[in-house]
């Protein structure tokens, strides 16, 4: 769907050229969320802007749709823009419109005749749920709900991929997750490519399939979102992994966890996708005769499964103990003895 | 009563001079805002970043505005002496008075329009781009709507400053209360009659002023 060929974009400015983006490569497939994380200044909002031709690259190939968008004129690149829409971070709403004339702007863009706007805006307000909020102007609706109607109004023309600009960054954590819900939920029903950029990990964890760590002007890393959260290569990668499961897991040091529970054997586990669905736990308490106990645990949830570590103090006879872990083990759960009494 | 207040006070013509002042005003006012918008779209578009940037095309209106805008109005009356003739054919009148009121307004105006396009939130206009939008329709729909209080407060002023210019214009023969508190006013020592001008004057600008906030409370909708 997208794909991107050494791409490096330069801005020239009076205090020397700034790199922006450095040859990235990309390959963002139909249908998929693919996320783009990074701190701010890293170059993610360059280039997304890249996508859709609001920013030239200074080098390289940008593939979407089949058509290089690099190569093609102004006329071409502004059709090319109705099928590749955006929504932003602040909404970007024409204030002096209401929002079903919001909604309608892009299609009177298209030229799309009265009669089948109107239906088409109706469409689409009850498609994000703003039923009975078509005659409201902008200023009279919360962050959430402009951004519904952003979503609305970027979904106007059907698009087949759709750029979101740190669209959640401006909206409290419950907007956040329904505006996310939104979003999958619009993947889902009309197959759209969803292309994000964001510096919350809980973003690209919540609803990407894919996703590319963005450092510098450069993809340090990429890859499947379960995959990086599991087993993250970069320093910058690491830390925004650990801005999910840190907020989880209790401050506790494993040495102090050792000190607080100093009897039996303290086993962790490493669930990775589908393991976390069967009852692993109820099915080693009901088959040994072990006293288990739960004493630190946190699993995330991510599009393409859930992982998470679980701690667990089992008491009991040695030979069963050792028993009950190879029984774990041929679960397919990864598992690590902490200590040894 | 009111004839013993104001002896000298010829009303029907006092009623022509009102007519003639709130024609001038209002023509020029209508022609100012059209050049006005022009002017400053052009200022807006051709400066970087913008669709039409242009190095050299923002310099020459630029120069154009500002020139045009600090020449003093009575200086620009006689200058524009020939080229008066040359549009309108004669030097007396009202219709005499359009080349000087809009010349001496467009560029203020376009100051004016030009503040209100810069105040349009960048991201609206990046939106609007997104969608495949082209100048045109970005002009119309965009940087029109989005700025309209702006633009009408701005005109407000602008026909304000055109009642005084009216005024002004008055002295060179243009007619309306100018001429009449000048000549027969001033000249001829009867202070009723520049005290009755001077009153509708201030009655005129009133109404103008509040025309202008009512229209601007019911556009702005942020």
Known sequence: MIKLSNVSKNFSTKQGTIVAVEEVNLDIKKGEIFGIIGYSGAGKSTLIRLLNGLEKPTSGQIIVNNQDITKINEMKLRQVRQKVSMIFQHFNLLWSRTVAENIAFPLEIAGVPKDQRTSRVNELIELVGLEGRGHYYPSQLSGGQKQRVGIARALANRPEVLLCDEATSALDPETTDSILDLLVSINEKLGLTIVLITHEMQVIQKICGRVAVMEEGRVVEDGNVLDVFQNPQQPITKRFVSQVNDSNKANQTIQHLIELYPNGKLIKLVFVGEQTEQPILSRLIKQFDLEVNIVQGNISHTQNGAFGTLILQIEGDALLVDEAIRYIHAQKVNTEVINND | ?222
Do not use: C
């Open chain 2, 1 to 222: 009563m009111i004839n013993d207040l104001f002896p000298n006070v010829d009303w029907p013509k006092m009623w022509e001079a009102t007519l003639e002042t709130l024609y001038m005003t209002a023509v020029s006012t209508i022609l100012t805002a059209i050049i006005g918008l022009v002017l400053g779209l052009l200022l807006f578009l051709t400066s970087p970043h913008q669709a039409w940037a242009n190095k050299l095309a923002n310099w020459l209106t630029g120069a154009f505005v500002n020139i045009f805008r600090s020449i003093p109005f009575i200086i620009l009356i006689i200058l524009l002496i020939p080229l008066t003739k040359l549009l309108v054919g004669t030097m007396r009148g009202p219709n005499a008075a359009f080349p000087a009121l809009v010349i001496g307004a467009a560029p203020f105006y376009a100051r004016m329009v030009l503040i209100a396009l810069r105040e349009i939130d960048k991201g609206v206009l990046e939106a609007a781009k997104s969608m495949g939008a082209k100048t045109s329709t970005i002009i119309w729909k965009v940087l029109m709507p989005e700025s309209m209080p702006a633009l009408v407060s701005g005109i407000t002023v602008t026909a304000i400053s055109l009642v005084g210019y009216t005024a002004m214009a008055g002295i060179i023969g243009a007619g309306g209360l100018g001429t009449l508190a000048f000549l027969d006013g001033f000249q001829r020592g009867r202070t009723d009659v520049t005290l009755v001008a001077t009153i509708l004057i201030l009655i005129m600008v009133f109404i103008i002023q509040w025309i202008g906030d009512v229209l601007t409370t019911k556009i702005d909708k942020r």
